[in-house]
C-alpha cells in the first residue's frame, strides 16, 4: 500500500493542521517534505510550497488538494521581466524568496524564507556581494531599513498581509485603552506596521515568540498575519489575550483565500490520490531550482 505523509502550513484551518502529520512553516515543511520516506506527499499548502517538495524529493508523487492554491507574490511576477531585470544586476547575488515558481527559483542564486532571509542577506553583505531581492517588496524594504542595505528590489506583495495598516493598528491599540499592548508581524506586512512590531519573524518565529511570552498576564497581543497561524497560539498560550491585528473598521478578513481552498473535502481527496499532481516539472528544470534551495538548507542546518 503507498505511503501518504500529509504536510500543512500553519495557515491553514485547524481541522486541515489535525489532519497532516506536520504542521509547520515553509523552511520546516521544505525539510519534513525533503526527509519524508512517502510514495505520495499531500500539501495542504500553495502551489510553490508543493512545487518545493517535489523539487526535494523528486521520487515522490505530490500532491496539491485544489489547483486554485497559488500565491498573489507568484502570481504578480512576469518570469520573462524577472529574468530581465536579472539580467541588468549583472554584478549582483539574486536572492528570491521561497515565496515563487520553479522556474522564478531557478533564475536565483539563493532561496530564502522568513526565516533565515536576514541571516543569509546578512552572511552575503558580509562577503561584499551586492544583492537584488525578489519578489517580496515589503520584505525587501523591511531588510534595507532594518540594516541599512540598498538592494534593488522586485515589487510584488502578498495581497493579505499588504492589507495592514498602521491607522487600523493605531485604532486596535486606542481600543484597548491602558493595558499592555504589543504587536507581531510577519515581514511582508509593509513597512509602517514593521517599525511598529515588538517581534517581526516568520510564522513559527511568531508562535515562539508567544510561547516565550513573559510580560504582564493582562496584555493584548495583536498578530499582524493570515488568521490560521492564531489556532497554534492560542492552542500553546489559552490564557493569553491574542487578536488578529486589524485591518480596517469591521473587517477581520485577514485570511489567505488560496491557504483556505485546502477543505477537509479536497484534502481527503488528495490523499486517496486525487488531485493535482506536480508532475509538469521536467528534470532540468528540478535540477535548476534545486540548486538555490540547496544552498539556503546548507545555510540553514
Ligand atoms: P512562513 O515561511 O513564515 O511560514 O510564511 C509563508 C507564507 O506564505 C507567509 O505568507
Ligand atoms: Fe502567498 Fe500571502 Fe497567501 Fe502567503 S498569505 S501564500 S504570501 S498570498
Not at 552575503?124 to 525587501?140: T, W
Not at 508567544?210 to 499582524?224: G, H, L, M, R
Amino acid at each position: 500500500m503507498a505511503k501518504v505523509v500529509t504536510l500543512a502550513h500553519y495557515y491553514t484551518t485547524p481541522e486541515i493542521q489535525q489532519m497532516a502529520d506536520k504542521v509547520g512553516d515553509s523552511l520546516e515543511l521544505s525539510l519534513f517534505a525533503r526527509d519524508a520516506e512517502a510514495d505520495i506527499i499531500v500539501f495542504a499548502g500553495v502551489r510553490f510550497m508543493a512545487e518545493t517538495a517535489k523539487i526535494l524529493n523528486p521520487n515522490a508523487t505530490v500532491i496539491l488538494p485544489d489547483r486554485g492554491s497559488t500565491c498573489s507574490l507568484v502570481e504578480q511576477t512576469d518570469v520573462t521581466a524577472l529574468k530581465a531585470w536579472r539580467e541588468a544586476h549583472p554584478d549582483h547575488v539574486h536572492v528570491s524568496y521561497i515565496n515563487s515558481s520553479a522556474e522564478h527559483k531557478a533564475l536565483s542564486d539563493w532561496i530564502v524564507t522568513s526565516r533565515n532571509v536576514d541571516d543569509i542577506i546578512a552572511h552575503l553583505y558580509a562577503e561584499g556581494k551586492k544583492v537584488i531581492f525578489s519578489p517580496d517588496r515589503n520584505m525587501g524594504a523591511y531588510l534595507n531599513f532594518q540594516y541599512g542595505y540598498d538592494m534593488p528590489l522586485w515589487s510584488a506583495v502578498c495581497e493579505v498581509h499588504d492589507k495592514f495598516n498602521q491607522q487600523a493598528l493605531d485604532e486596535g491599540f486606542a481600543s484597548v485603552g491602558d493595558l499592555p499592548s504589543y504587536l507581531i508581524a510577519h515581514p511582508e506586512s509593509p513597512l509602517p506596521v514593521l517599525q511598529q512590531a515588538d517581534y517581526v519573524g516568520s510564522t513559527s518565529g511568531m508562535l515562539n515568540w508567544v510561547k516565550a511570552f513573559d510580560k504582564a498576564p493582562n496584555s493584548v497581543i495583536f498578530v499582524a498575519t493570515e488568521d490560521g497561524i492564531l489556532y497554534n497560539m492560542k492552542l500553546a498560550r489559552p490564557e493569553l489575550d491574542i487578536r488578529q491585528a486589524p485591518i480596517y473598521a469591521g473587517c477581520q478578513c485577514n485570511q489567505c483565500p488560496y491557504m483556505k481552498l485546502n477543505t477537509i473535502e479536497a484534502v481527503k481527496r488528495a490523499q486517496a490520490g486525487h488531485g493535482i499532481e506536480i508532475d509538469y516539472l521536467t528534470p532540468a528544470a528540478i535540477e535548476a531550482a534545486r540548486l538555490p534551495i540547496e544552498r539556503m538548507l546548507a545555510f540553514s542546518e
